[in-house]
């Protein structure tokens, strides 16, 4: 294992937007083995190719940047998901609203009638039916 460790000094290594590829590349090539399709399965290495070689890379900061970049979009889809869940989840509950001037979200209960409702972040008040 010495010698892993030799190779792999100074390089940047794995890291989420790898494995990302990895699936990715897993994901196509299992597509291209069911679909019979050449042309997939030689798109299926570019993920693989620019997986080994972010990893491989001496270049750290700059594959930092690029997961960063990454997680961002990665964040923001997998808290959609959460968020779309918990809605679902609370539907029988509460009803959301948007603020109509800062357009923030507002979640407030069920079968209360028509209410005042108060933005807490902007002060905000409106009236809706819940």
């Given amino acids: 294992m010495n010698w892993l460790r030799r190779v792999m000094l100074g390089r940047y290594g794995p890291d989420q937007l790898s494995i990302a590829l990895m699936i990715l590349y897993?994901?196509?090539?299992?597509?291209?083995?069911?679909?019979?399709?050449?042309?997939?399965?030689?798109?299926?290495?570019?993920?693989?190719?620019?997986?080994?070689?972010?990893m491989f890379s001496k270049n750290i900061q700059k594959r930092y940047q690029e997961n960063n970049i990454f997680m961002g979009y990665y964040n923001k889809v997998k808290y959609g998901f959460y968020n779309k869940r918990d809605r679902i989840r609370d539907m029988k509950i509460y009803k959301y609203y948007k603020c109509p001037n800062c357009s923030n979200k507002l979640r407030v209960p069920r079968g209360k009638g028509k209410i005042c409702i108060t933005c807490p972040s902007c002060k905000t008040k409106f009236i809706k039916r819940t």
């Fill in 26 to 54: 897993m994901v196509l090539s299992l597509l291209s083995r069911f679909t019979n399709v050449y042309v997939l399965s030689v798109i299926s290495l570019i993920p693989l190719v620019f997986c080994f070689f972010r």
